[in-house]
């Protein structure tokens, strides 16, 4: 699998705009993990511009993290508008299976909306592709079974799909890439999962290959984690330092500690 480990160079230099309807538990970290990767972040929510504002990104995060119906209309707007640009959208069904509204939601969006990228963990992957029974286990080590469920999902919605885990599993039915990189700590804190969302916008936003973008894009992500994870004193140092360790890799950085394995 061939992807490119400079790619945050790329998001550097062109600055894509990335639109996001998101968590508002999360939104300002999103935020600030999109400019620490390079990328220009904007948060329009309300449905008298979001078509609007789709129209002028380079790519759009839907989130569903603190979800009402208002929001779901405007992110079908959203997501039509950026459709018709040609942009990516990445989805981040947070809670899906949780309740039937989180689940019918995020159903709509991959009916109503070409979602370029579907980022969940395995269970809220599972939910919406229909595999609950199957899901028990699997997101304490199972990655085989993960990536099965991952790439017969990736073929139902002609869509790449990455799996968050302690192994991340990136697929789009085809070919298949587990990221080792990240850091323990990122569990401890509100927002990790969110935040990288819009890190793979970013990266999916300057490059044609949408499973290389998620790649680097998720290397890159679990790099400065494991960076900052290394001096943290415990979750609140944390969250600051993956900002700063974010803000200051390299290409060089990427090649030297990624973790991935292919097939």
Not at 92 to 117: C, N
Not at 127 to 151: F, P
Not at 183 to 201: D, E, F, N, R, S
Request: proline share 4%; net charge negative.
């Amino acid at each position: 699998m061939n992807w490119n480990p400079d790619l945050i160079q790329e998001v550097r230099k062109r600055r894509p705009l990335v639109h996001q309807i998101t968590n508002e538990v999360t939104v300002n970290d999103c935020a600030n993990i999109t400019l620490s990767c390079g990328a220009s972040p904007v948060m329009a929510y309300a449905p008298e511009e979001v078509a609007e504002m789709a129209a002028l990104a380079s790519a759009l995060v839907l989130n569903i993290g603190t979800l009402n119906a208002n929001q779901v209309e405007s992110m079908i707007q959203a997501g039509r508008a950026a459709n018709e640009k040609g942009i990516p959208v990445v989805l981040d069904p947070v809670g899906a299976g949780a309740t039937s509204f989180r689940t019918d939601s995020a159903k709509r969006l991959l009916e109503k909306v070409h979602i370029s990228h579907l980022k969940g963990n395995a269970g809220e992957i599972a939910t919406l592709a229909g595999e609950v029974s199957q899901v028990r286990g699997v997101d304490s080590g199972e990655v085989d079974h993960i990536r099965t469920i991952a790439v017969r999902a990736a073929r139902k919605w002609g869509l790449t799909i990455i799996v968050t885990g302690e192994k991340d599993v990136i697929t789009d039915g085809d070919k298949w890439v587990e990221v080792s990189n990240g850091h323990p700590l990122m569990a401890t804190v509100t927002g990790t999962g969110c935040m990288c969302a819009p890190v793979v916008a970013a990266f999916a936003a300057v490059s044609n290959d949408p499973v290389a973008a998620s790649v680097a894009a998720m290397v890159t992500y679990g790099i400065a984690a494991e960076q900052a994870g290394r001096v943290a004193e415990g979750p609140g140092s944390f969250r600051w330092r993956l900002f700063d360790a974010l803000h200051a890799l390299d290409g060089e950085g990427v090649r030297d500690s990624a973790q991935v394995q292919s097939g």
